[in-house]
Nanobody, 114 residues
Framework: VQLQAFGGGLVQAGGSLRLSCAAS????????MDWYRQGPGKQRELVGT???????NYTDSVKGRFIVSRDNVRRSVHLQMTSLKPEDTAVYFC?????????WGQGTQVTVSS
């Protein structure tokens, strides 16, 4: 299983970014996909989840600002981030749990300037 995340960058507070994660080596459409993040000096936290059926769930701090979506044809998962805040600064990772193993993408840096 390989996950490759991209799309991070530097953005001003209030701005938007769209992260993408390309997945291979798994039956993508059957799996729940997640986005995590790890800010400076912080533990990694779950940001959002999308099930195989397209149901989503978010951590409270991003509700109403972030949207997780998936494209089963292109085997990709996306994180649309709007109204970004400096506290959203983190390395963002895509993740899948498959047959008892956690698989992580390499992470993409998002920096939000005030």
């Amino acid at each position: 299983v390989q996950l490759q995340a991209f799309g991070g960058g530097l953005v001003q507070a209030g701005g938007s970014l769209r992260l993408s994660c390309a997945a291979s080596g798994l039956n993508f459409r059957l799996n729940t996909m997640d986005w995590y993040r790890q800010g400076p000096g912080k533990q990694r936290e779950l940001v959002g989840t999308i099930t195989s059926g397209g149901n989503t769930n978010y951590t409270d701090s991003v509700k109403g600002r972030f949207i997780v979506s998936r494209d089963n044809v292109r085997r990709s998962v996306h994180l649309q981030m709007t109204s970004l805040k400096p506290e959203d600064t983190a390395v963002y990772f895509c993740h899948v749990w498959l047959r008892g193993i956690d698989y992580w993408g390499q992470g993409t840096q998002v920096t939000v300037s005030s």
